[in-house]
């Protein structure tokens, strides 16, 4: 059986991104999960509160729902909406273990004239391909480009860092 909205406004009121148990008046947060989720227990059953907050609010559950800002402890509800797989990992950030300073600009060497060439190659996922936008001998043009390209191909769901 899978909790329902009545269920959770029976047990918790929401204020400012928790949910706070009626009986006691102290936060549901129970824990910390692997990625880093908030977690709550409903009726004996480990949720993520992001969730649950998103059913309190709605009264459904997405498939996924997006963090706004990417602070995954932000749970305020206009830090939640629904989203796409496809649309969430448009919002990804951008890993630490890019060779790169920047999102969406890799480091491409190659020879020219017997010497070698540094390039800063600018490509993104648009609707699940990976598409080239250029390649840039300064690094801080290709960021700008890159940039560009996240706006106009990911529009809302742009994440710039």
């Known amino acids: ?8 406004k029976d047990l918790f009121d929401y204020k400012d ?7 006691n008046g102290k936060s549901a947060v129970i824990a910390m999960g692997m990625k880093r989720y908030e977690r709550i227990s409903v009726d004996g059953k480990i949720q993520t509160l ?9 009264g459904y559950l997405p498939k996924t729902i997006d963090h706004i800002d990417g602070d995954r402890l ?21 890993r630490s273990t890019s060779r790169s300073p920047y999102k969406n600009v890799f480091l ?8 070698w060439k540094q390039n800063w190659i600018v ?19 290709a960021d700008l480009v890159a940039t560009e390209a996240r706006d106009k191909y990911h529009g809302i769901y742009a994440k710039h860092f």
């Open 74 to 94: 932000n749970n305020k509800i206009e830090n939640l909406r629904e989203v796409t797989q496809q649309q969430n990992c448009l919002n990804s950030k951008h």
């Open 50 to 58: 992001h969730r649950m907050i998103f059913l309190w609010h709605h």
């Open 17 to 23: 991104g928790k949910l706070i148990r009626k009986k």
């Open 123 to 141: 490509s993104l996922m648009v609707n699940g391909k990976r598409k080239y936008i250029g390649s840039f001998e300064d690094l801080e043009l």
């Open 108 to 115: 491409q060497s190659s020879p020219k004239n017997s010497e």
């Open 1 to 8: 059986m899978s909790v329902t909205q009545d269920q959770l």
